[in-house]
């Protein structure tokens, strides 16, 4: 998958279970029980699969880019 085809695909939030929502995934495939994301590190594009409830495509309260975010100032308040 080259860069520009990354920059095309969804946005995806995927809940973290402690800390803020992790914002910078891209959704690849998706099925009825999980999504297939893929997220830009510095040795390319990887991808994991997470399960489909983890997964939202608004910001939520614990998203970093919510106008009324839980963390207003990143992970360490």
Known sequence: MTKAEFLKLP???VTSSAGPCLTHYRMVRRNKTTVTVA??????ISTRKVY???VHF???????????TSYPHGYMD
């Open 11 to 13: 946005t995806v939030r």
């Open 39 to 44: 997220c830009e590190n510095g040795d390319g």
């Open 52 to 54: 489909a409830f983890q």
């Open 58 to 68: 608004e910001p939520c309260p614990c998203c970093t880019d919510h106008p009324r």
